[in-house]
């Protein structure tokens, strides 16, 4: 028969349980949140770039940089959305965790695959933000 009430130690448990899942999503966020701050600063810059007038011929050719920054965005996008995807399959694994121990289960399926697919969303995003980090500064970004 199923316990809808567990007692304290079954909580404490589920809780040690919850703790690595915890902590994979927190990095998840800290991660994102990087990342989100360099797309802030990328599409910034590209919003001076394109204010400057074709007419100011001291600082027009700038605007050629203008491709390479919406390259960066675009890995920046991308890599945040697979760790959008990493984080979601964190929680989502931190709940089949919760949900299995909380009412006696004993076994938590798909866990092990959510992990696997949390991981490697996680890593695509990695991969995303080193890509992104090479293209990174250049001489071009230390003028306004």
């Known amino acids: 028969m199923i316990?809808?009430?567990?007692?304290?130690?079954?909580l404490t448990?589920?809780?040690s349980q919850a703790t690595a899942p915890t902590f994979f999503l927190g990095a998840v966020a800290a991660f994102v949140s990087l990342m989100s701050g360099r797309l802030s600063t990328v599409?910034?810059?590209i919003r001076?770039?394109?204010?400057?007038?074709?007419?100011?011929p001291?600082?027009?050719h700038l605007k050629a940089d203008i491709d390479r920054l919406r390259r960066r965005a675009r890995l920046l996008s991308s890599g945040i959305f697979a760790s959008l995807i990493s984080g979601i399959c964190a929680t989502a694994l931190l709940a089949i965790v919760f949900a299995s121990e909380f009412f006696g289960l004993k076994y938590a399926y798909g866990a092990g695959m959510l992990?696997?697919?949390?991981?490697?969303?996680?890593?695509?995003?990695?991969v995303r933000f080193a890509q992104e980090a090479r293209v990174g500064l250049v001489e071009a970004d230390e003028y306004e």
């Not at 001076?48 to 100011?56: H, K, P, T, V």
């Not at 992990?115 to 990695?126: D, E, Q």
Request: glycine fraction near 10%; charge should be negative; avoid cysteine.
């Open 3 to 10: 316990e809808f009430v567990p007692d304290i130690q079954r």
């Open 13 to 15: 448990m589920i809780f």
């Open 43 to 45: 599409v910034g810059r």
């Open 48 to 56: 001076a770039l394109n204010g400057i007038s074709q007419d100011d």
């Open 58 to 60: 001291a600082r027009a």
């Open 115 to 126: 992990f696997v697919f949390a991981t490697m969303s996680l890593g695509f995003g990695l």
